[in-house]
């Protein structure tokens, strides 16, 4: 699409200053380890879904080809009975725990449904579950499904008084001897808003309650640690900054100095000390694999640990840096470019308050959303009722990116192609 010259930016040129943190960027050379995609799409999605490693597609080709084509049934012990094992021990060293702590398992809901349960059967006195009304609808009905099943148990979800921000010291207040389990997302899926883990953790140990992470927005995008911060449980999807694919499985993290309290509820033979033999009685294995319960889904297990590699040779916490510098770059763009458009920042303004993506509010949010993917090359995404996300990738979202995006948009604001589309809510990424 043709674009509109909109001046300097402020102090220096916006496209020349983007081009200058790009080539001081430590990280420039990873989007090269991508796929490629258009050649002239800006992929600001990767909170949703990351892009595809291209070491995957090969490593993908050679588990179908040669391990279950050539090896097939041979291939359970020679690579795939501890692939979620081994994988899980990689993960761990990206989120602060120990390799015997972590396991990837089913989905983040049904990890989370797990975990939940257990807690709950672990804390059998106490009736009280506490949230907030920003964690993600899924992790509230998963909550409430676990809440009902184990029966007598009341959820409290605490309100944000901005929509924004954690309501840190309600929760806390709202923390008794009566809760069983605090239970929240470390970055919060709208606003990015992020969570002090450590401080959240403690006050809900004072009270003697068990705290259950869900990582989905920060496992890959910023330093976490679980084990430092005396967490007890944690989930979190793998298909985010991870870049594992769509609906790979998820990482399940119990800690160690709770491991003996905390059973699964779901047993299956993929968690039995002694799957082989066969027994009508269940014996849980005495590891965190007692967690798994199913046959691991092994084609989407495989396609992780490509994407976890290039996680862990970047950094985490350089990819945290380029994160920052992102967004931060982005609010001073959008406060000179956007805001007089009607934009507004719907994310935390200070950096050690968020993840690694950005809300931007605006009335005509979804109609503009359609018309950045459909004429502007930019993909987004949208969250009722008028939130346009952001989704800054380190490992292969650049500062021009970041540039051009916000000057497309206001390309596209100009030219009023967004009033071209009705309130039809049909997903379109």
Same mark, same amino acid.
Not at 50 to 59: D, E, I, M, N, V
Not at 73 to 81: A, H, L, M, V, Y
Not at 276 to 284: G, I, K, M
């Given at each position: 699409m043709d674009l509109i010259d909109l001046g300097p930016f402020p102090l220096v040129d916006g496209h020349a200053e983007a081009k200058r943190r790009d080539g001081a960027d430590p990280l420039r050379g990873f989007a090269g380890w991508f796929a490629p995609i258009e050649p002239d799409l800006?992929?600001?999605?990767?909170? +949703?879904?990351?892009?595809?490693?291209?070491?995957?597609?090969?490593?993908?080709?050679?588990v179908v080809e040669h391990e279950w084509g050539e090896r097939?049934?041979? +291939?359970?012990?020679?690579?795939?009975?501890d692939l979620a094992d081994d994988i899980g021990s990689s993960v761990a060293a990206l989120i602060g725990a120990e390799p015997s702590e972590v396991v990837i398992s089913d989905s983040t809901s049904v990890a989370l449904f797990k975990l939940t349960v257990a807690a709950l059967q672990a804390r059998p006195g106490r009736r009280r579950i506490v949230t907030d009304d920003l964690n993600f609808p899924t992790d509230v009905y998963v909550t409430t499904a676990a809440a009902n099943l184990v029966g007598?148990?009341?959820?409290?979800?605490?309100?944000?008084?901005? *929509?924004?921000?954690?309501? $840190?010291?309600?929760?806390?207040?709202?923390?008794?001897?009566?809760?069983?389990?605090?239970?929240?997302?470390?970055? $919060?899926?709208?606003?990015?808003?992020?969570?002090?883990?450590?401080?959240?953790?403690?006050?809900?140990?004072? $009270?003697?309650?068990l705290v259950l992470w869900d990582l989905s927005h920060s496992v890959g995008a910023l330093p976490i640690d679980l084990d430092g911060a005396a967490a007890d449980l944690a989930v979190g999807c793998t298909y985010k900054y991870l870049n594992g694919g769509p609906g790979s499985p998820a990482l399940l993290y119990v800690n160690r100095r709770v491991d003996g309290d905390i059973d699964n509820p779901l047993a299956g033979w993929w968690g039995h000390a002694r799957p082989?033999?066969?027994?009508?009685?269940?014996?849980?294995a005495p590891s965190i694999r007692r967690f798994q319960t199913g046959t691991m889904p092994t084609l989407s297990? +495989?396609?992780? *640990?490509?994407?976890?590699?290039?996680?862990?040779?970047?950094g985490i916490d350089r990819i945290r840096a380029k994160s920052i510098g992102l967004t931060e770059f982005f609010i001073e763009l959008s406060k000179v470019y956007l805001e007089p458009l009607g934009f507004q920042l719907a994310s935390p303004p200070e950096s050690a308050d968020r993840g690694s993506h950005i809300s931007l509010r605006h009335p005509d949010g979804w109609r503009i959303v359609r018309a950045m993917i459909e004429h502007g090359n930019i993909i987004p995404d949208f969250r009722e009722p008028d939130n346009i996300r952001f989704g800054f990738t380190p490992l292969y979202t650049s500062f021009v990116d970041v540039h051009t995006a916000v000057i497309r948009i206001v390309t596209l604001m100009s030219a009023g192609a967004h009033l071209g589309y009705g309130n039809d809510r049909t997903p379109v990424t």
């Open positions: 800006i992929y600001l999605d990767g909170n +949703s879904l990351g892009r595809l490693p291209a070491a995957t597609a090969s490593h993908i080709q050679e097939i049934i041979r +291939s359970w012990p020679e690579r795939w009975w007598g148990r009341e959820i409290v979800t605490v309100p944000s008084s901005d *929509g924004i921000h954690g309501p $840190v010291e309600k929760i806390i207040a709202a923390l008794d001897d009566d809760t069983a389990l605090l239970t929240l997302s470390h970055v $919060v899926f709208k606003s990015g808003y992020l969570y002090d883990m450590a401080r959240l953790t403690r006050a809900a140990h004072n $009270v003697g309650a082989f033999e066969f027994d009508l009685a269940y014996t849980p297990l +495989s396609a992780i *640990g490509p994407g976890v590699a290039l996680t862990a040779e970047a």
